[in-house]
């Protein structure tokens, strides 16, 4: 497969990081030693901002949560496409507040429908529960979640809901 790639080398690569093996990172790094110019797309559920840095610091253009809407992943396909690096809005802050070294000043903005999701949540709700209750489609749901996990700074659904009573934002 690599000397395939070599040969008919992409432009982009959407790169699922689940099905990678061993170390994604490690991936990403001799895939772009062999193909220079290649624009990864990382496509995933990881939501660790440290390690999606790394990637971005190694030469991948963008990320993507697998959760995400088909206008946004075609946005990102057109975004690398152009030559530019693609970062999710929700996701913006955040990086930029660890590349710069500034800490959060602790006042989460969450949007009236994260407050209704974060709540949900925190009443114990699974993100199909969620979706129905607010009549929305299960990979919107998830992608709230997602932001709220963004937004607070946290790793997981445990983080979430410890922050979100910790500050009360689901009032």
Do not use: W
Request: charged share 25%.
């Amino acid at each position: 497969m690599k000397r395939a790639l070599e040969k008919k080398a992409p432009d982009i690569l959407i790169l699922d990081l689940e099905l990678v093996s061993n170390d994604p990172l490690k991936f990403c790094t001799q895939l772009l030693a062999r193909i220079p110019k290649l624009k990864i797309l990382l496509f995933t559920t990881i939501t660790d901002i440290r390690l999606l840095r790394k990637f971005y610091q190694i030469g991948a253009y963008g990320y993507l949560p697998r959760t995400s809407r088909s206008t946004q992943f075609i946005k990102a396909v057109e975004t690398l496409a152009e030559g530019q690096i693609y970062i999710p809005d929700f996701f913006r802050t955040q990086l930029a507040e660890i590349s710069l070294g500034i800490k959060s000043n602790g006042s989460c903005q969450l949007t009236t429908r994260e407050k209704e999701v974060l709540k949900l949540i925190i009443d114990e709700h699974t993100t199909k529960e969620i979706a129905e209750k607010l009549y929305i489609s299960s990979s919107t749901a998830e992608t709230h979640r997602l932001n709220i996990i963004h937004k607070l700074g946290v790793r997981n659904t445990a983080g979430v809901v410890r922050e979100g009573v910790m500050k009360r934002l689901y009032i």
